[in-house]
């Protein structure tokens, strides 16, 4: 519960951070979501309305720009607005009706907001898998890219396999398009990395069974540098792959501008087959299994074989190790036992996995020291023009169209829900945008056309275990630097050209983490851990140099070259 005092100051504030937001209760949106916070966090929260009590006007709350306080409260006034939220008995305008935002799914959508209040562990209504036996021939963590593609594969094989997740199960049916409970169900929290030029840049991914599969949006890239030949072919056949020509307006409009500027845009390869809808729900999980995620290609039919047993919700610390070699998984005060073990859970959090491990066995080699030393983050920011003719980018298949070149690749046309539109965007200075020209420029949300600009990057970042947290740094190279540059003045000149009337960006994130236990240093070239025998890698840490396509076509077919060397 908050006070009549806090519930004011709330009000107040989220209404200078987002003019219109005070209408839906903002202060009754953050009420909601109080009894799933721990007691630390609520703490953080009233102290962060204490900060905010003072603040009466505009300039008083641009003096606490940047401070923690701040992007708490235009976090929460987002979300409430922009989220659709409406206590009960409210009967103004929500925020969708605001700005228009009706894709068809969400007119059918009657959202209950009960999950506010549930904490991120709590069991969902599908995460009914019996638990069977604590051991298993193969042990796998992680269920995405390249998780799924390990489990099924040896489960087809015969193995006895035991997939654990961190995240629940959710299949196609469990996906509606309403933002906010996707992220709560399918989603890690966001997480930052801090960078030496002061701009962080969020990590993006996908808890629930399937990973990040299950909200990426399947855009199908063979790696030129990689020799996968067969196992590209395997993964490709499974998953379906086909070239995406079914452009929209939106496309043929920034197509204009690419042209304009002397450049092609091209049509995608992507795991989506033919019952794709366009609906441009992929972010919050495809409702008609159109998308081809790891779990309803791979885990289903394994499944079926009965080799394949799943526990979702069981978080994995550590690997352990007995005499050199791996004897099991601890998920919290469990011990699961397996001679083999398969590291899957993404290029974030295998190699805290493999610290921590390393740590517990007192293991300190050349392999292990090379453990998150080379994360790739293949940094990514949305450039918007707004056009004179609504683009409805929210609903199409979000990415149809790409323009490749060493540097950055650009791909077309998209536009993140709404919750994500407005939290992402910053000002020319890369400071969150707020207040008035935050409201305008979400108002003509259907209006934005997206372009997805993603930067090559080399390897520089860092995974290190901190006292109570995990630390991810990264410096910027002077290269990485100019090219994240010229790929935002290339989308801007694009959008210009074709016709935008007016432009906005968002600051940095990336979905196509890798590299952070390399082929090669961390690992053999078969994924084999050279410091404890039954130990194997199979995900995005594995790729050796930051790819300069999107890598999940290349997770699956490494995790499929290493299901094939795991011999039992
Ligand atoms: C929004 C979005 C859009 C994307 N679009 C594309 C695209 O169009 N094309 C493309 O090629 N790539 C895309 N990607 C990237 C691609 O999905 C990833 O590169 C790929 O899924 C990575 O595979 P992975 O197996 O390493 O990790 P993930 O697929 O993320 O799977 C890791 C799994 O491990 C689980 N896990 C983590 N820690 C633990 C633990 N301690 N114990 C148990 N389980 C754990 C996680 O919950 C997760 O389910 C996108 C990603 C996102 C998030």
Known sequence: MLSAGEAEVVTRVCELLVPGSAAVRPDRYLAATLPA????????????????????????LTRLSGSAAFDRFRRLAIEAFYGDFAPPGHTGPTGHDVIDFRPPQAVRLRKDWSFLGHPESAPGPWDRFPPGPDEAEVIVVGSG?????VAALLAERGVDVLLLEAGGFEP????????LEARHRLWWPARLVSTSDDQPIALLAGRCVGGSTVINTKVAMRAPELDLGPWYDLIEARLGVRER???????????????????????????????CSRCGSCLQGCPTNAGKSTLNTFLMPALATGNLRIRTRHSVSHVLVENDRTTGVACGQTSLRAPTVVLAAGAINTPQILLRTCEIAEIDTSSSRAVGRTLGLHPARLVYGRFPEPQDCHQVYPITAHHVRDDFVVEATTIQDPVSFAESLVDAEHRPLWGKRLADVVRGYRYWA?????????NTATIELGIDDVVISKRFSETERRRLDDALAFGIDVLRAAGAQDVVWTGLSTTHMQGSAPMGTAVDEHGRSPDIEGLYVADSSL???????????????LAAKVAGEIGL
């Open 543 to 557: 790729i050796p140099t930051s790819l300069s396509v999107n890598p999940s076509l290349t997770v699956m077919a």
């Open 172 to 179: 196609a049916a469990a996906h509606t398009r309403f933002e």
């Open 145 to 149: 890219a390249g998780g799924g593609v």
């Open 37 to 60: 916070l721990r007691p630390a966090e609520e703490d953080v929260v009233r102290a962060a309305i204490g900060v905010m009590a003072g603040v009466t006007d505009e300039s008083a």
């Open 450 to 458: 997206g372009l997805l600009v993603m930067a090559t990057d080399e």
């Open 245 to 275: 020509t079914d452009w929209t307006p939106s496309v043929h409009r920034v197509e204009k501008g690419f042209a304009a500027l002397g450049a092609s845009l091209r049509p995608v390869r992507s795991y989506t087959d033919h019952n």
